[in-house]
Every structure is written in structure tokens, then in C-alpha cells.
């Protein structure tokens, strides 16, 4: 059975103006292209580990009785969640980086590009359908096992910090988001799987090395004032989301030292949780506009 929007799709005959655009049809082509990527995605073998290690994560968060002892205030779900989102800063970056490019590179190499021409598939409708799908095969996991936790825990009347829950959800998105326009940024600009993988992994190794040990260090060799070190900072990612989620517990930030008194005086408490959200998703979709006009006036073939 076919709907009137795949009937208005397979109406509109692709054109080949130098190779760079076909023509939307409908917009139904966005959504056909994100559910694919999906359905593709969770046959796939990576998913599978992917999906087995945040689930894997949480069980074994479990078994060590981490939702049910106290230790310097934190108290039932609240540990889990803070040791989670630690190894989630950790994993999901990384994960994501590699994932995305070799998908996207092996496209590529594979001559899908060519193929894709071939069809009534707007570009436009091709790139955002890939990321919004790439959006939920990557973030679904992670958010289904805290939600697994947090159903497990009111099951077994621990309390549930709600609030934290569901700004751990929003950080977590903002920080997939944010990897995920850089990824869809480095597979636009190379040509191969390899160098695509050899540069999502240079691109999170100098975010993890400029964290807080190698970028503070050198500047307060160098003498630079507090705040361009803690701007440069909070430039990174990473940092805005490690800060954001010890913030939550920590609303004076006492293990950063004199640099809170920089960050709590440029933002305050609940203007820095707004930024630490705000900011990678504004900084993941320029990386991703920037890949989407590259992708657009490139050489697909």
C-alpha cells in the first residue's frame, strides 16, 4: 500500500545539474531516510555492543549496591547516576565519533553517493534524515538505561532524584548532539573511512587533553589571566558537560577551586546549567550546517 507522500516522491524525477542537487519532493524523504538509518542501525553489529555496554553498565552499577549506600551525601539513585554519567563523558563521545564517520565514510567509499543521485532523494532530506536517525540510535540506549534504573529504583522504593534525572537526560542529549555535528562535519571533509576515523579519534583526544590538567597548566605557566583560561575552558565541550554535571551536586563547585568563582560570577548556578545545555547543541548544529553546505556543494561521486 502506497501513501499520497511516497506517491508524491516517486512523482518527481531526480535531475543531475552538475551533480549537486536533487529536488525535494514531499519532505516524506527526511523521515524515510532517518527510519532507515535506524532500522539499518540496529541490525548492525556496533549497536548491538553499543546498546550492551550502557545496559551492561548500569546492571553491573546495580550488583555493586551502588543505588542503596551513602557515601559523603549521596544517597540511593542519586551515586548511580553520578558514577554513569561519569563513564558516559568517557564512552559516548568517543563512540559516537567513530561510529558516525566510518558509517558515513563507508558510504562513501562503497559509491552510495552515486547511487543516491539515481533517486527522487532531496540532499537535504538525505543529510538531516541521517543525523536525526543517527540522534536516536546513539541517544536511545543511554537514555533507556537510566530510565531502566530510575523504574527499578521506584519499584523498589529508593528515591529517585527526578530533577537530576531529567537534567542528566537533557545534558546527555545536548553532549550526543554536539558530537554528532562534528562527526557529520569530518565525513563530509574526507575521503575515506580511515582518515574519517583517524580524525574523529584526533578531534576527542585533544578534547580530553584539554580538560583540565594540560590547558590550565600551560596557562598558568604562561601567566594568563583566570578568566581566558577558564573561557578557553569552557569552550571544550567536554569540560562544559563534567563542570554541568558536578555542579548538580556541588552548586559551589569546591573541587574546581578558584575557577568557580570565575564561572559562578560570568553565569550563576541555574545560568551555567542553561549554558551547559545550550551550548553544545548550538555548537553540534553550526559543525553540522557547516558539514551540510560542504556536502551540498561537493563532489558526491
Known amino acids: 500500500m502506497v501513501d499520497e507522500g511516497a506517491g508524491e516522491i516517486e512523482s518527481v524525477v531526480p535531475e543531475r545539474r552538475s551533480g549537486k542537487r536533487l529536488r525535494l519532493g514531499s519532505g516524506g524523504d527526511f523521515w524515510l531516510v532517518a527510519w532507515l538509518d535506524v532500522a539499518e542501525s540496529m541490525h548492525a553489529r556496533w549497536f548491538a555492543l553499543y546498546a550492551l555496554v550502557f545496559g551492561g553498565l548500569v546492571s553491573l552499577l546495580f550488583v555493586f549496591g551502588l543505588t542503596e549506600s551513602q557515601i559523603l551525601g549521596f544517597l540511593g539513585l542519586s551515586r548511580l547516576l553520578v558514577t554513569y554519567i561519569q563513564i558516559c ?28 543521485l539515481s533517486l527522487p532523494v532531496s540532499l537535504a532530506g538525505w543529510f538531516w534524515g541521517k543525523m536525526i536517525g543517527r540522534f536516536a540510535v546513539v541517544f536511545l540506549p ?4 537510566m530510565a531502566a534504573a530510575a523504574g527499578w529504583a521506584v519499584r523498589q522504593e529508593i ?43 584526533l578531534v576527542w583526544l585533544c578534547l580530553v587533553l584539554f580538560l583540565d590538567l594540560i590547558l590550565l597548566g600551560v596557562m598558568v605557566q604562561e601567566r594568563f589571566p583566570a578568566e581566558t583560561a577558564v573561557a578557553v575552558a569552557l569552550a571544550n565541550p567536554l569540560q562544559v558537560f563534567r563542570t554541568a554535571a558536578m555542579m548538580l551536586f556541588d552548586p559551589d563547585m569546591v573541587l574546581l577551586g578558584p575557577s568557580a568563582f570565575v564561572i559562578l560570577d560570568a553565569f550563576g548556578t541555574h545560568g551555567y546549567l542553561a549554558y551547559a545545555i545550550g551550548y553544545p547543541v548550538a555548537l553540534g548544529s553550526a559543525f553540522a550546517i557547516v558539514g551540510y553546505l560542504v556536502f551540498r556543494r561537493g563532489d558526491l561521486p
Not at 142 to 145: E, Q
Not at 178 to 196: E, K
Open 89 to 116: 563523558m568517557a564512552i559516548l563521545p568517543i563512540f559516537i565519533l567513530i561510529t558516525t564517520v566510518r558509517s558515513l565514510a563507508g558510504d562513501r567509499e562503497a559509491g552510495v553517493f552515486e547511487y543516491l
Open 142 to 145: 543511554v537514555f533507556f538505561a
Open 159 to 201: 528515591p529517585v532524584p527526578w530533577e537530576i534525572f531529567a537534567f542528566y537526560t537533557a545534558l546527555l542529549a545536548a553532549l550526543a548532539w554536539c558530537f554528532l555535528g562534528i562527526a557529520m562535519l569530518i565525513s563530509t571533509l574526507t575521503r575515506s573511512s580511515d582518515v574519517a576515523q583517524g580524525a574523529a579519534f
